[in-house]
């Protein structure tokens, strides 16, 4: 059986056509392939979900939920539905204006998780692109510790922060000017000036993909094909994993987090997301482990 489990973003709910497609590449690969709901509107989304988890049930289709933005009180109406037990449920923090709004917001996510009623639900945050809270390893494992609950690794979001830090710290050389800007930095290792992440510039040559996969040791991971990040351009869309250099050092740097599950997604910045690509990226993906784990064995 390939490990971790993997799953598939999908919005709101399942049709037929979803369906079939997630038994077809289940039993072509012998995998549990599951979903991953992802939430943009919960009172929309809520009165599917029952009906839908009786028909992930049927077919034996793990399930887990992605909620785009926080609100405790739809957080604890989603824990508390009857029968629904999700592998994970995933959020992202609240969003910041500047440093001291930034602290203050990564306090207020961290004490929002921990008041939620978690009924041994398994509770994970998401890294994020700012404004939101959450961004690199040092404020998000900090929100993590006071909120007692897991880390879930936003691969792209990961490399666009960590290439726009570096970005508008080397065009603005900045330090840290003062009391608030020093306790961000001091905290988190960047602080926020102008709707902007800084660092000083001695600090970039530690800000990496590897160095932040191994400060954060997730257990959860999402991952796209995109390398809009690399390319320096906008998030659009998330493209296709495909079998090309960039993504296998992906998958493989990912792997070597020894996770839990990894979830392909791929939607655009207005959150509609192309079912095709996801499910395309999700077949490389199982070549990707299968080849890894044909090569353990011969090893």
């Known amino acids: 059986m390939i490990e971790p489990l ?3 973003s999908i919005p709101d709910t399942i049709n ?8 077809m590449i ?24 029952l009906s839908l988890k009786r028909i992930l049930n049927k077919h034996e289709i793990p399930l887990a939920f992605y909620l785009n933005e926080l609100k405790e009180d739809d957080l604890n109406e989603l824990i508390s539905l009857n029968n629904i037990k999700p592998e994970y449920i995933a959020i992202q923090g609240l969003a910041s204006g500047n440093s001291q709004d930034y602290i203050s917001l990564c306090e207020a996510t961290a004490n929002i998780l921990s008041g939620i009623g978690r009924q041994d639900t398994e509770l994970v945050i998401k890294n994020s692109i700012y404004p939101n809270t959450g961004i690199l390893s040092l404020d998000l494992l900090r929100i993590s510790r006071e909120a007692k609950c897991g880390v879930m690794v936003d691969t792209e979001a990961l490399l666009h922060s960590i290439n726009m ?17 020093r306790e961000c930095y001091e905290r988190y290792g960047f602080f926020v000036r102008e709707g902007k992440i800084l660092c000083p510039l001695r600090s970039l040559k530690d800000l990496t993909l590897e160095a932040q996969l191994s400060q954060m ?17 906008s998030i659009i869309e998330q493209s296709e994993i495909k079998d090309a250099p960039f ?12 996770p839990k599950s990894i979830t392909v997604k791929s ?9 095709d690509i996801a499910f395309r990226s999700a077949k490389t993906l199982f070549e990707h482990l299968n080849k890894k784990q044909i090569q353990e064995v011969i090893e």
């Open 217 to 233: 040791k997730a257990e959860r991971y999402h991952i796209s094909g995109s390398n809009t990040a690399i390319t320096d351009r």
């Open 247 to 258: 993504h296998r050092y992906l998958v493989s740097r990912v792997m070597s987090m020894k």
């Open 6 to 8: 993997v799953l598939v």
């Open 26 to 49: 289940r039993n072509r690969y012998q995998v549990a392939l599951g979903i991953e709901l992802y939430i943009s509107n919960f009172q929309k989304t809520v009165k599917k979900i």
């Open 267 to 275: 939607c655009t910045q207005k959150g509609i997301h192309n079912l």
């Open 165 to 181: 830090i570096r970005k508008w710290s080397r065009l603005n050389k900045a330090a840290p000017s003062n009391k608030k800007e």
């Open 16 to 23: 037929r056509s979803i369906l079939s497609k997630i038994l």
